[in-house]
């Protein structure tokens, strides 16, 4: 029977982080680790059928804290061999690209023998729910290549192609007889390898459930703590590679290449985004011609693709039919769009390259036919009717002052969405504008300086009750209760002028 300490530090560890290695069967959907992996598979055009058996070795996550460059995850046939590989690689600025790449053996290198009991199937739990099932290298490394399209390192442009070599990791006898398990090089387009890195065994594999409680304690401290000087690390090595050795230089961040996951939404883009696809349904509505449109969201906003029929797509789909893509590479392509005066300008300006020195063809909008694309706004554009004008405190003209400028989103949405998502839309722009002007764009910041407000406010409520004669005991309270009273009769008022049908 374990200790209490070993039982108190094993529940420790299994609430704040997970099994950085875990061999999963088909039909296990512990964490959503096949189902996620399934998914993959499907958008890549491959059967999961092919590799009914994968495992994943990745970083665990401690206290919430987890900085994961790289996870691998190993993709066995039926017959139990290492044949593919998806590397799940994320970058220092919030981004990430799944790779999948098949794997060959190295045949001229033959596999230690083994003893027969690490091949047979046993399960890892008492209760009988996970089961390991043992590999069969015919190599003792595997390789594979892929082409590079994500910017991995500052020093690095996106181009060439990324070689690696790996070992089974189920293979027992290589983490006795070789301290190698990965290497991963990067070929530029001379076919030289520029930078390698190289993955090695430190001692033999361990299993949390079977060791000592200070092996334990040890283990969780060494996988843990210097996760969380990685970043400061990183940054130090490379200032001290390009100021102190000046041996290369590190470049600004390019737009991602499509496939790539970008960085985490902001809530407000996550809010236009819906507006984007409405306008883009309505384009295609109006559109006189067959024409069956793709839109792609921003893979960190949603994974789905749109299908949109024009009206004579829809009554009859032939050869005729002209198709276009339209993916939304950016994110942060929502906000910039709401603010256009010209949406075809704006869209236009979206889908040029950037020219950035670490590559040279990516854009914030990417579209498969930019001349159809033309077409098909500017038919649109001509249709959309201005904003209608009730009061001085109308949306359209709160939303120019704001901004400092009319936008032709806003005749769309004013003229062509229900009225209750009006509000929403005027929230997000309005927060947009005022961080622009106030907080270097910068949400967080606006937010600060909307809780000073309200703090100053209620410090000259309390001070308006000292003067009044107010008795002390109760001016908090009473300073409080004026302020939300005038901050609902203002919400009220505002809001009645603007949106009379939502209040």
Request: glycine share 4%.
């Amino acid at each position: 029977m374990a200790s209490p300490t070993l039982t108190t530090l094993r529940r420790f560890f299994a609430w704040f982080s997970f099994d950085p290695v875990r061999y999963l069967q088909r039909g296990d959907n512990e964490n959503g680790f096949r189902d996620k992996l399934d998914r993959f598979l499907v958008s890549q055009n491959k059967d999961p059928a092919t590799w009914p058996h994968a495992y994943l070795l990745s970083v665990p996550r401690f206290l919430w804290w987890e900085r994961n460059v790289v996870s691998f995850w190993y993709l066995y046939s039926e017959s139990h061999e290492l044949s593919a590989m998806i590397m799940e690689i994320n970058n220092s600025f919030d981004e990430k690209r799944n790779v999948l790449f098949e794997l060959q053996p190295e045949s001229d290198k033959p596999v230690d023998e083994t003893d027969d009991s690490t091949k047979k199937p046993k399960y890892l739990d008492k209760k009988k729910n996970v089961l390991s099932l043992p590999s069969f290298s015919s190599g003792k490394f595997y390789k594979g290549v892929w082409k590079k399209d994500i910017f991995a390192s500052p020093f690095e442009k996106v181009e060439g192609s990324i070689s690696t070599r790996f070992a089974d990791p189920l293979n027992a006898s290589l983490s006795k007889s070789t301290a190698f398990m990965a290497r991963v090089a990067s070929v530029g387009l001379t076919g030289k390898s520029k930078m390698v890195t190289t993955i090695n065994y430190r001692e033999s594999p361990i299993d949390p459930t079977n060791v000592s409680t200070i092996h334990l304690a040890k283990s969780i401290f060494l996988w843990t703590f210097p996760g969380t000087l990685t970043t400061p690390r990183i940054i130090f090595q490379a200032l001290k590679i390009q100021n102190h050795q000046g041996l290369m230089q590190m470049m600004d961040r390019p737009m991602i290449r499509p496939g790539s996951i970008a960085r985490h939404p902001t809530a407000i883009e996550r809010e236009l985004e819906p507006f984007w696809r409405a306008f883009m349904s309505q384009c295609v509505d109006n559109f006189p011609h067959p024409l069956e449109l793709t839109y792609i969201p921003s893979a960190s906003i949603s994974n789905e693709h749109v299908c949109l029929l024009s009206p004579s797509a829809r009554i009859e789909s032939n050869e005729t039919t002209q198709r276009l893509t339209v993916e939304a590479v950016d994110p942060g392509f929502y906000s910039r769009v709401v603010n256009c005066a010209d949406l075809w300008e704006g869209i236009s300006h979206e889908q040029q390259q950037e020219g950035s020195c670490a590559d040279t063809t990516s854009s914030p909008l990417a579209v498969s036919d930019a001349l159809l694309l033309h077409t098909l706004i500017t038919t649109f554009q001509k249709k959309i009717l201005p904003a209608p004008v009730r009061s001085f405190l109308s949306l359209g003209n709160v939303l120019a002052v704001c901004r400092g400028s009319e936008a032709q989103m806003d005749s769309f949405v004013l003229s062509s969405t229900p009225p209750f998502v009006h509000s929403r839309y005027t929230e997000c722009v309005i927060k947009m504008a005022l961080a622009s002007r106030f907080s270097v764009s910068s949400q967080p910041l606006l937010w600060v300086y909307g809780v000073l407000a309200r703090y100053m406010l209620l410090e000259m409520v309390t001070s308006i009750c000292f003067m009044w004669g107010v008795v002390t005991a109760y001016a908090p309270i009473a300073s409080i209760i004026l302020y939300l009273t005038m901050w609902n009769i203002g919400y009220v008022v505002v809001g009645g002028q603007l949106f009379p049908s939502t209040i």
